[in-house]
């Protein structure tokens, strides 16, 4: 099972709201990222959990909230977003994240609207 | 400058014709070397990683040229259905950040 699974496929959401984005692999890997990615351009890394543990935050607004409740699962916690948030939130995973060769595996996305 | 860099295209080319995108890297000290493709309001879906001895899998051909810090996707008897992005990706050494490219545009056209 090579898949990397992301709920909700879209979101709409007012200024106001608080939602969450779930990510889920069983691949064993150990790592996981948060990617945001607006048309045309390619993915910004946000935040990376290695073992369960934040090892990277990309300087990301406090309106984005990661957790990693466990190996598999990957949340991002949403609240009071602005419209230029509107993107692709794409999550990935990896056996590891150092060395090399580390391939990342992506999940579909969520195509997130904010209002 | 960036640190990878890619034309972004489009390349438009006939079916059956044969393609190849380079990708330009900043490092020195860059490691691992990946082609990713990514379709229009898709995830990136791994393609190859990229070899020091070059590597190919069925069309499709990567090299990596260190002295010149660059890579290369040759892509053989193009089909309708490798129209799509094509991402390059670099992971410097001591670091596990994947750094993108912009992405190469490709349309193979009937």
């Known amino acids: 099972d090579t898949e990397v699974t992301q709920t909700p496929k879209h979101l709409v959401m007012g200024m106001t709201n608080k939602k969450s984005l779930k990510c889920e692999q069983h691949m064993g890997h150990r790592a996981m990222y948060w990617y945001k990615q607006k048309a045309k351009k390619p993915p910004e890394l946000m935040f990376v959990?290695?073992?369960?543990?934040?090892?990277i935050n990309e300087s990301v607004p406090s309106r984005f909230s990661p957790e990693c409740p466990n190996s598999s699962l990957l949340n991002l916690h949403l609240h009071a977003l602005q419209p230029e948030d509107s993107a692709l939130y794409l999550c990935?995973?990896?056996?590891?994240?150092?060395?090399?060769?580390?391939?990342?595996?992506f999940g579909p996305g969520t195509r997130l609207t904010v209002l | 400058r960036k640190e990878v860099e890619q034309d972004p295209g489009p390349f438009n080319v006939p079916e059956g014709a044969t393609v190849a995108f380079n990708c330009t890297y900043s490092n020195s000290a860059s490691q691992s070397f990946f082609w990713y493709r990514q379709d229009c309001r898709k995830e990136p879906k791994l393609l190859m990683s990229v070899y020091s001895s070059g590597n190919e899998d069925g069309r499709f051909t990567a090299q990596l040229n260190r002295a010149s810090q660059y890579i290369s996707l040759l892509i053989r008897d193009s089909k309708l259905s490798d129209s799509a992005t094509y991402l390059c990706?670099?992971?410097?050494?001591?670091?596990?950040?994947?750094?993108f490219g912009t992405g190469t545009r490709l349309k193979v056209l009937a």
């Open positions: 959990y290695s073992y369960e543990k934040l090892s």
């Open positions: 990706v670099v992971i410097t050494s001591g670091t596990y950040k994947y750094i």
């Open positions: 990935a995973s990896s056996l590891r994240t150092g060395g090399p060769y580390n391939e990342q595996f």
